[in-house]
């Protein structure tokens, strides 16, 4: 196994509390690391049918992240991890100052960030047809401003090492159908470059993952015949192989990558 050189690091990772998703699955690979973990969800509370939870698709998806994080702390306590969970809301200024003062309190220093936390309109009104302001809002109120409120605090209280990973998507640039999703993510990817030219002289990098079509138990089978032709290679992305991206960026051997857009995506939306 490649050691990444994490053990002991601190990372902080938002929009954890989905079992079977990238942030979850991403704390479970810096905990084996050695590494210890700062989590941070809010309970997004979306209709769904109970009685199809135990197959993939969107009421298992929105099951998954209307809980809280219980089935991830008990991974985290079996592996013997060093972890804190926080129920937060980083669109929130004062919420995300709280975040981090208790992180400081606990651990003293935070290396690492994955701004991972997002969300979308559910009821597809996220066309230029169809927009409404609550969806330009409420999308860019944690996407865009929740990530820079997350960044402005992991400078403001930097320590020796630094990395910050942001989380796109493959089709940031080009996403009709979610064009609020999608342009707020793609200000995320500009951010990625600005920021990262900032802070170079702390010795902070900033990258970004950009997943394409990723398992977090949203892609029900339909979907997946659909989906699966539009990748090269052939398979749908798993939350473990963004995992793999952003330990690799958070680790010492990315020190002078910095500033960039990495698709994670098998060939979809290059």
């Known amino acids: 196994m490649a050691d990444y050189g994490l053990k002991d690091r601190v990372a902080l990772i938002t929009g954890a509390n ?4 990238i942030g979850a699955t991403t704390a479970y690979a810096f905990a084996r690391e050695g590494a210890k973990v700062v989590l941070v969800y809010k309970r997004v509370s979306r209709p769904f049918d109970q009685n199809k939870t135990d197959r993939n698709g ?6 998954l992240n209307a809980g809280n994080a219980d ?6 306590r079996e592996m013997g991890a060093d972890y804190m969970i926080l129920e937060s809301d ?11 003062q208790a992180a400081m309190n606990r651990y003293g220093r935070i290396d690492i960030l994955v701004n991972n936390a997002a969300t979308d309109d559910e009821n597809g ?8 302001r609550n969806v330009i809002d409420d999308t860019f109120a944690v996407n865009v401003r929740g990530s820079i409120l997350m960044t402005r605090e992991f400078v403001n209280h930097r320590g020796d090492y630094g990395r910050i990973i942001n989380i796109s998507t493959d089709a940031a640039q080009v996403f009709a159908g979610q064009i609020t999703y999608g342009a707020s993510k793609a200000t995320l990817e500009a951010l990625t470059r600005s920021v990262a030219l900032e802070v170079a002289k702390y010795g902070i990098t900033v990258n970004c993952v950009a997943p394409g079509p990723t398992q977090t138990g949203w892609i029900d089978d339909e979907f997946e015949k659909v989906v699966v032709p539009l990748i090269p290679m052939g398979e749908l992305i ?3 192989d963004i995992a793999d991206a952003i330990l690799f ?6 020190r002078m990558l910095t500033g960039q857009v990495i698709k994670v995506s098998g060939g979809h939306a290059l």
């Open 90 to 100: 980083i669109s929130n200024e004062e919420a995300v100052k709280e975040i981090y």
């Open 249 to 254: 960026l958070a680790s010492e051997r990315a």
């Open 58 to 63: 969107a009421d298992r998806y929105y099951a």
């Open 18 to 21: 989905n079992p079977e998703g």
């Open 125 to 132: 009104v996220d066309t230029i047809e169809k927009i409404t």
């Open 71 to 76: 089935i991830v702390e008990n991974r985290l």
């Open 238 to 240: 798993q939350p473990e």
